[in-house]
């Protein structure tokens, strides 16, 4: 069984990152499997993929960053779309969250 899940942060206002943006896919095919706005803690509202098979390979967060920005008043961030991509082994848990500003961002496997 593999599980994928995330968060986002927002370090410029000192909050979650609600109502951001984040698409996961496979970018070896480019089909989506999911795609959802953050909730007011900064999370989806259930794991973005959690599936029975191998589940192992590469995988593409994409976190619509400027566009959360620009909703929230700051009228020209130095990023849009961020990217990341990561591979898993077949099986396990992985959290990939993101630390995020308009013109800076972390990313790291969490827990």
Do not use: K
């Amino acid at each position: 069984m593999v599980r994928i899940s995330t968060h986002a942060l927002d370090v410029l206002h000192g909050c979650p990152a609600a109502g951001m943006r984040v698409v996961l896919r496979r970018p070896q095919c480019g089909t989506v499997i999911a795609d959802v706005h953050l909730n007011a803690d900064g999370r989806p509202d259930e794991a973005l993929y959690e599936g029975n098979d191998d589940g192992g390979g590469a995988w593409e967060l994409e976190f619509d960053v400027g566009a959360y920005f620009r909703e929230q008043g700051v009228s020209s961030p130095f990023l849009d779309q961020v990217p990341i991509r990561f591979h898993t082994p077949a099986g396990g848990r992985f959290h990939v969250p993101i630390v995020c500003s308009p013109w800076a961002y972390q990313t790291y496997r969490g827990s």
